[in-house]
């Protein structure tokens, strides 16, 4: 079993940034990938953000790649996904993910991009 939990969502105005943080708990030992979707809407499919593996290599959707930045502490079993230049766009709930056998997510952190 595997908990996590997100901080760091909140208002932010276009252009600004925020930093999530998700730690993690229970089994983390058997974590292979830690990463971030997003929910723009209740009835939108989730899309992947940015995802990290156990070697460190990361992936990113397409619509971030240059303004989002995934890292990990293993130390603090925590990853963090710093978000600059953020657009209107952006606005979703953030969930953060990590699989060992299934997919286990966090409760979700909202952020909004607005003026």
């Known amino acids: 079993q595997v908990q996590l939990v997100e901080s760091g969502g909140g208002l932010v105005q276009p252009g600004g940034s925020l930093r999530l943080s998700c730690v993690a708990s229970?089994?983390?030992?058997?974590?292979?990938?830690m990463g971030w979707y997003r929910q723009q809407a209740p009835r939108k499919q989730r899309e992947l953000v940015a995802?990290?593996?156990?070697?460190?290599?990361?992936n990113y959707a397409d619509s971030v790649k240059g303004r989002f930045t995934i890292s990990r502490d293993n130390g603090k079993n925590t990853i963090y996904l710093q978000m600059n230049n953020l657009e209107p766009e952006d606005t979703a709930v953030y969930y953060c993910?990590?699989?060992?056998?299934?997919?286990?997510w966090g409760k979700g952190t909202l952020v909004t991009v607005s003026s």
């Open positions: 993910y990590a699989f060992w056998n299934i997919y286990y």
């Open positions: 995802s990290i593996i156990s070697d460190s290599s990361t």
């Open positions: 229970g089994s983390v030992s058997s974590i292979t990938v």
